[in-house]
Protein backbone atom coordinates (compact mmCIF):
# COMPACT_ATOMS: atom_id res chain seq x y z
CA UNK A 1 0.00 0.00 0.00
CA UNK A 2 2.83 2.32 0.80
CA UNK A 3 3.84 2.09 -3.09
CA UNK A 4 0.46 2.15 -4.40
CA UNK A 5 0.14 -1.72 -4.66
CA UNK A 6 -3.37 -2.60 -5.04
CA UNK A 7 -3.97 -6.78 -4.92
CA UNK A 8 -6.89 -6.75 -6.96
CA UNK A 9 -8.91 -10.09 -5.64
CA UNK A 10 -7.38 -10.10 -2.09
CA UNK A 11 -10.60 -12.77 -1.22
CA UNK A 12 -9.72 -15.75 1.69
CA UNK A 13 -8.07 -17.94 -0.89
CA UNK A 14 -5.60 -14.88 -1.65
CA UNK A 15 -4.44 -14.98 1.78
CA UNK A 16 -2.12 -17.50 3.53
CA UNK A 17 -2.51 -18.64 7.59
CA UNK A 18 0.27 -16.52 8.31
CA UNK A 19 -1.55 -13.75 7.09
CA UNK A 20 0.33 -12.90 3.53
CA UNK A 21 -1.19 -12.32 0.26
CA UNK A 22 -0.92 -14.86 -2.48
CA UNK A 23 -1.91 -15.22 -5.91
CA UNK A 24 -1.53 -11.63 -7.91
CA UNK A 25 -3.41 -12.19 -10.91
CA UNK A 26 -5.24 -8.95 -11.38
CA UNK A 27 -2.80 -6.77 -9.53
CA UNK A 28 -2.12 -3.22 -10.45
CA UNK A 29 -0.13 -0.43 -8.83
CA UNK A 30 -1.92 3.05 -9.11
CA UNK A 31 -0.83 5.66 -11.70
CA UNK A 32 -3.26 8.50 -10.05
CA UNK A 33 -3.83 8.84 -6.87
CA UNK A 34 -7.18 8.06 -5.26
CA UNK A 35 -7.76 6.04 -2.33
CA UNK A 36 -10.80 4.15 -3.14
CA UNK A 37 -9.12 2.95 -6.80
CA UNK A 38 -10.09 -0.71 -8.03
CA UNK A 39 -8.26 -2.34 -11.10
CA UNK A 40 -9.76 -5.80 -10.64
CA UNK A 41 -12.58 -6.78 -13.58
CA UNK A 42 -14.24 -8.90 -11.26
CA UNK A 43 -14.34 -5.98 -8.10
CA UNK A 44 -17.90 -4.44 -9.08
CA UNK A 45 -18.43 -2.94 -5.60
CA UNK A 46 -14.90 -1.59 -4.23
CA UNK A 47 -14.06 -4.45 -1.73
CA UNK A 48 -10.61 -5.27 -2.48
CA UNK A 49 -9.78 -1.40 -3.33
CA UNK A 50 -6.17 0.24 -2.27
CA UNK A 51 -7.84 1.98 1.12
CA UNK A 52 -10.05 -1.36 2.12
CA UNK A 53 -7.13 -3.58 1.76
CA UNK A 54 -6.43 -3.45 5.87
CA UNK A 55 -10.23 -4.01 6.41
CA UNK A 56 -10.13 -6.99 4.03
CA UNK A 57 -7.07 -8.58 5.79
CA UNK A 58 -8.78 -8.71 8.90
CA UNK A 59 -12.09 -10.11 7.64
CA UNK A 60 -10.49 -12.42 6.15
CA UNK A 61 -8.66 -13.53 9.55
CA UNK A 62 -11.49 -14.03 10.79
CA UNK A 63 -12.95 -16.55 8.94
CA UNK A 64 -9.54 -18.18 9.39
CA UNK A 65 -10.22 -17.91 13.11
CA UNK A 66 -13.81 -18.95 12.81
CA UNK A 67 -12.33 -22.39 11.20
CA UNK A 68 -9.79 -23.04 14.33
CA UNK A 69 -13.03 -22.22 16.74
CA UNK A 70 -13.20 -25.92 17.22
CA UNK A 71 -10.05 -27.05 18.37
CA UNK A 72 -9.45 -23.87 20.27
CA UNK A 73 -11.48 -24.54 23.21
CA UNK A 74 -14.36 -27.41 23.98
CA UNK A 75 -16.81 -24.28 24.43
CA UNK A 76 -17.45 -21.76 22.03
CA UNK A 77 -17.89 -19.06 24.23
CA UNK A 78 -13.98 -19.46 25.60
CA UNK A 79 -13.15 -20.40 21.32
CA UNK A 80 -14.96 -17.19 20.18
CA UNK A 81 -12.98 -14.89 23.53
CA UNK A 82 -9.38 -16.66 22.37
CA UNK A 83 -9.95 -15.62 18.49
CA UNK A 84 -11.15 -12.17 19.25
CA UNK A 85 -8.36 -11.02 21.60
CA UNK A 86 -5.92 -12.30 18.57
CA UNK A 87 -7.80 -10.46 16.35
CA UNK A 88 -7.81 -7.66 17.88
CA UNK A 89 -4.28 -6.70 17.90
CA UNK A 90 -4.36 -6.31 13.86
CA UNK A 91 -5.94 -3.46 13.23
CA UNK A 92 -3.87 -1.35 15.87
CA UNK A 93 -0.56 -3.09 14.62
CA UNK A 94 -1.30 -2.40 10.92
CA UNK A 95 -2.47 0.93 11.46
CA UNK A 96 0.98 1.89 13.42
CA UNK A 97 3.33 0.09 10.61
CA UNK A 98 1.59 2.20 8.44
CA UNK A 99 1.31 5.59 10.02
CA UNK A 100 4.93 5.18 10.18
CA UNK A 101 5.89 4.10 6.36
CA UNK A 102 3.54 7.52 5.90
CA UNK A 103 5.54 9.73 8.02
CA UNK A 104 9.00 7.89 6.49
CA UNK A 105 7.55 8.37 2.88
CA UNK A 106 6.86 12.19 3.80
CA UNK A 107 10.23 12.75 5.67
CA UNK A 108 8.68 13.18 9.13
CA UNK A 109 9.58 12.02 12.51
CA UNK A 110 7.42 12.98 14.83
CA UNK A 111 4.22 10.85 15.90
CA UNK A 112 1.88 13.65 16.45
CA UNK A 113 -1.16 15.70 15.41
CA UNK A 114 0.83 17.94 13.21
CA UNK A 115 2.21 15.45 10.91
CA UNK A 116 -1.24 13.40 10.72
CA UNK A 117 -2.64 16.01 9.78
CA UNK A 118 0.14 17.37 7.19
CA UNK A 119 -0.28 13.47 5.45
CA UNK A 120 -4.18 13.57 5.95
CA UNK A 121 -4.05 17.22 4.21
CA UNK A 122 -1.18 16.17 1.51
CA UNK A 123 -3.55 13.07 0.59
CA UNK A 124 -6.55 15.13 -0.34
CA UNK A 125 -5.17 17.81 -2.33
CA UNK A 126 -3.36 14.64 -4.50
CA UNK A 127 -6.95 12.88 -4.49
CA UNK A 128 -8.63 16.29 -5.66
CA UNK A 129 -5.97 16.28 -8.70
CA UNK A 130 -5.85 12.96 -9.29
CA UNK A 131 -1.63 13.31 -9.10
CA UNK A 132 0.59 10.65 -9.36
CA UNK A 133 1.27 8.61 -6.46
CA UNK A 134 4.56 7.42 -7.38
CA UNK A 135 5.75 10.63 -9.16
CA UNK A 136 4.26 12.72 -6.40
CA UNK A 137 6.52 11.01 -3.53
CA UNK A 138 9.45 10.88 -5.93
CA UNK A 139 9.20 14.68 -6.65
CA UNK A 140 8.60 15.64 -2.62
CA UNK A 141 11.98 13.40 -2.04
CA UNK A 142 13.68 14.75 -4.46
CA UNK A 143 12.59 18.79 -3.23
CA UNK A 144 13.84 17.17 0.11
CA UNK A 145 17.42 16.56 -0.66
CA UNK A 146 17.74 20.36 -2.59
CA UNK A 147 16.07 20.13 -5.64
CA UNK A 148 13.46 22.64 -7.02
CA UNK A 149 9.55 22.69 -5.50
CA UNK A 150 8.41 22.87 -9.20
CA UNK A 151 9.34 19.14 -9.15
CA UNK A 152 5.92 18.92 -7.30
CA UNK A 153 3.93 21.77 -8.40
CA UNK A 154 4.20 21.12 -12.10
CA UNK A 155 2.55 17.88 -11.02
CA UNK A 156 -0.45 19.63 -10.30
CA UNK A 157 -2.39 21.36 -13.08
CA UNK A 158 -4.57 23.39 -10.13
CA UNK A 159 -3.92 22.62 -6.41
CA UNK A 160 -5.71 25.19 -4.11
CA UNK A 161 -3.32 24.44 -0.74
CA UNK A 162 -0.34 23.40 -2.21
CA UNK A 163 1.87 26.13 -1.58
CA UNK A 164 1.10 26.42 1.78
CA UNK A 165 0.89 22.76 2.59
CA UNK A 166 4.84 22.79 1.04
CA UNK A 167 5.34 25.42 3.41
CA UNK A 168 3.94 23.50 6.61
CA UNK A 169 5.65 20.15 4.89
CA UNK A 170 9.16 22.23 5.22
CA UNK A 171 8.38 23.57 8.63
CA UNK A 172 8.07 20.01 10.23
CA UNK A 173 10.17 18.03 8.32
CA UNK A 174 13.23 16.65 9.65
CA UNK A 175 16.70 18.52 7.97
CA UNK A 176 18.67 15.37 8.89
CA UNK A 177 20.37 13.93 6.27
CA UNK A 178 19.21 10.80 7.08
CA UNK A 179 15.60 11.41 6.66
CA UNK A 180 16.03 12.31 3.00
CA UNK A 181 17.57 9.12 2.57
CA UNK A 182 14.95 7.31 4.03
CA UNK A 183 12.56 9.09 2.47
CA UNK A 184 14.46 7.30 -0.62
CA UNK A 185 14.27 4.18 0.18
CA UNK A 186 10.43 4.44 1.00
CA UNK A 187 9.81 5.63 -2.30
CA UNK A 188 10.73 4.62 -5.25
CA UNK A 189 11.10 6.48 -8.47
CA UNK A 190 9.79 3.95 -10.96
CA UNK A 191 7.46 1.12 -10.39
CA UNK A 192 6.26 -1.64 -13.00
CA UNK A 193 3.71 1.10 -14.28
CA UNK A 194 0.87 -0.97 -16.24
CA UNK A 195 0.81 0.52 -19.49
CA UNK A 196 4.64 -0.75 -19.23
CA UNK A 197 4.33 -4.01 -18.35
CA UNK A 198 1.13 -5.04 -20.92
CA UNK A 199 3.80 -2.92 -23.94
CA UNK A 200 6.47 -5.90 -22.84
CA UNK A 201 3.79 -8.49 -23.15
CA UNK A 202 2.39 -7.50 -26.09
CA UNK A 203 6.02 -6.95 -27.55
CA UNK A 204 6.66 -10.24 -26.31
CA UNK A 205 3.31 -12.42 -27.65
CA UNK A 206 2.98 -10.34 -30.79
CA UNK A 207 6.45 -9.70 -32.28
CA UNK A 208 8.54 -12.13 -30.28
CA UNK A 209 10.42 -8.82 -28.82
CA UNK A 210 11.86 -9.21 -25.58
CA UNK A 211 13.83 -6.11 -25.39
CA UNK A 212 10.65 -3.59 -23.54
CA UNK A 213 10.87 -6.84 -21.19
CA UNK A 214 14.61 -6.67 -20.63
CA UNK A 215 15.00 -2.70 -20.32
CA UNK A 216 11.94 -2.91 -18.06
CA UNK A 217 13.76 -5.60 -15.67
CA UNK A 218 16.85 -3.43 -15.63
CA UNK A 219 15.01 -0.67 -14.37
CA UNK A 220 13.06 -2.26 -11.88
CA UNK A 221 16.52 -4.28 -10.13
CA UNK A 222 17.26 -0.93 -8.87
CA UNK A 223 13.72 1.04 -8.36
CA UNK A 224 14.94 3.76 -5.52
CA UNK A 225 18.11 4.97 -8.24
CA UNK A 226 16.86 5.74 -11.75
CA UNK A 227 19.26 6.57 -14.36
CA UNK A 228 18.41 10.11 -15.66
CA UNK A 229 18.95 7.95 -19.16
CA UNK A 230 15.99 6.04 -18.44
CA UNK A 231 13.82 8.89 -17.43
CA UNK A 232 11.12 7.85 -19.61
CA UNK A 233 10.36 5.14 -17.09
CA UNK A 234 9.44 7.38 -14.37
CA UNK A 235 6.85 9.46 -16.56
CA UNK A 236 3.10 8.25 -15.67
CA UNK A 237 1.02 6.96 -18.94
CA UNK A 238 -0.55 8.90 -21.82
CA UNK A 239 -4.86 8.93 -21.67
CA UNK A 240 -4.25 6.21 -24.25
CA UNK A 241 -2.11 4.09 -22.63
CA UNK A 242 -4.11 3.81 -19.36
CA UNK A 243 -4.82 0.52 -18.05
CA UNK A 244 -7.85 0.83 -16.10
CA UNK A 245 -8.58 -2.84 -15.71
CA UNK A 246 -6.91 -6.18 -14.88
CA UNK A 247 -7.93 -9.61 -15.06
CA UNK A 248 -7.39 -12.87 -13.78
CA UNK A 249 -5.49 -14.34 -16.41
CA UNK A 250 -3.36 -11.35 -16.47
Not at 110 to 117: I, R
Request: charged share 20%; proline share 5%; net charge negative.
Amino acid sequence: MLVGFIHGVMNTDNVSIVGETIDYGPCAFMDEFRSNKVFSSIDQTGRYAWDQQPAVAYWNLTQFAQCLLPILHTRTENAKSMAEEQLEAFIPLFQNAFQEGLRQKFGLTKDDEASASLIEDGFNIMGASKADFTVFFDGLTRVAGGEADTLVTEIFEHAPGLVDWLTRWRDLKSDELDVTESMRQANPAVIPRNHRVAQAIDAAVNDHNYEPFRQLHRVLANPYQLNELDHEFRNPPEPQELVTQTFCGT
